[in-house]
T-cell receptor, first 113, second 114 residues
């Protein structure tokens, strides 16, 4: 089955800096890679996703890149703000994953004012 | 607010007991997923239902079972509870249950087994 590794487990940045979180996956058949943000006491919320037919996707300050050859994908947050502080999860799945999404272990992002 | 509701928010019970967690999907969504979140294991997929039928199974223990009813709400039953079952349990829903669908998560049920 799919295995998703996520790094780093914790990340601390200054407000206004950029943050990058990286994930690798094992199943070359996976074709869907969402990113979720989880704030304290809440359920995960989708912030952006990418499918394997594109290499990059942007939504305002958030971008995701995908390298199918290397089987890794990354989340980039620019101009970070204190409200970006949360746990971020990557996931992989789709075709070949038997209808399952496999999540990374999460990254605790802290944005210091 | 994702539109997915879960009850109860908190549940405290003893080892050996049985509990039922309930989930109502977003209006129009046909598929429901259950996840367990613990500090050491992260977010683990348990089981998925689509329009009342089981579609996919993950690392769900035999002591756990689930079902989706005709009105599309779902229940996760946990029996013979052990200390290690203490965790957050999330329900998510999607419209068609395809692997590439966006899954919308509920606020979760925190289960504490004493």
């Amino acid at each position: 089955g799919e295995n998703v590794e996520q790094h780093p487990s914790t990340l601390s940045v200054q407000e206004g800096d950029s943050a990058v979180i990286k994930c690798t996956y094992s199943d070359s058949a996976s074709n869907y890679f969402p990113w979720y943000k989880q704030e304290l006491g809440k359920g995960p919320q989708l912030i952006i996703d990418i499918r394997s037919n594109v290499g990059e996707k942007k939504d305002q300050r958030i971008a995701v890149t995908l390298n199918k050859t290397a089987k890794h994908f990354s989340l980039h947050i620019t101009e970070t703000q204190p409200e970006d502080s949360a746990v971020y999860f990557c996931a992989g799945g789709g075709r070949g994953s038997n209808y399952k999404l496999t999540f990374g272990k999460g990254t605790l992002l802290t944005v210091n004012p | 607010d994702s539109g997915v509701t879960q009850t109860p928010k908190h549940l405290i019970t003893a080892t050996g007991q049985r509990v039922t967690l309930r989930c109502s999907p977003r209006s129009g969504d046909l598929s429901v997923y259950w996840y367990q979140q613990s500090l050491d294991q992260g977010l683990q997929f348990l089981i998925q239902y689509y329009n009342g039928e089981e579609r996919a199974k993950g690392n769900i223990l035999e002591r756990f079972s689930a079902q989706q009813f005709p009105d599309l709400h779902s229940e996760l039953n946990l029996s013979s509870l052990e200390l290690g079952d203490s965790a957050l349990y999330f329900c998510a829903s999607s419209d068609s249950g395809r692997p590439t669908d966006t899954q919308y998560f509920g606020p979760g049920t925190r289960l504490t087994v004493l």
